[in-house]
């Protein structure tokens, strides 16, 4: 059974940092492309950042590059999502997936379309 643990979340002032971490188990990690994204009341779930487990290929959203840093540690399968100077547009539940890569031209890609595999969330309130 495939699960993907998010922590981490909580309370933080304006401009403050905290990190998320999703643990995944039951799948072939290096397989993955890791993800968060957030959602708040009323709006779509939306991608905050995206990294291949393989070879750290990352994408941000323009709204947190910068900002946000993610990180893994394929031996322990884990996540890292750290967020610094926070706004309280941060204020979302966020969400770890998982996305299964694959090959094309020779050439492996793991992004965060398509998700196999979500998360429960954990809430981030950011207050000014």
């Known amino acids: 059974e495939v699960q993907l643990q998010a922590s981490g979340g909580g309370l933080v002032q304006v401009g403050g940092s905290l990190t998320l971490s999703c643990a995944a188990s039951g799948l072939a990690f290096d397989d993955y492309a890791i993800g968060w994204f957030r959602q708040v009341p009323g709006k779509e779930r939306e991608e905050v950042i995206c990294?291949?487990?393989?070879?750290?290929?990352?994408h941000y959203a323009d709204s947190v590059k910068g900002r946000f840093i993610i990180s893994s540690d394929n031996a322990k399968n884990i996540v890292h999502l750290q967020m610094n100077s926070l706004k309280p547009e941060d204020t979302a539940v966020y969400y770890c997936?998982?996305?299964?890569?694959?090959?094309?031209?020779?050439?492996?890609?793991?992004?965060?379309?398509?998700?196999?595999?979500w998360g429960k969330g954990t809430l981030v309130t950011v207050s000014s």
């Open positions: 990294m291949s487990s393989r070879d750290a290929t990352t």
């Open positions: 997936s998982a996305s299964r890569g694959y090959y094309s031209g020779g050439h492996f890609y793991a992004t965060c379309y398509g998700v196999e595999y």
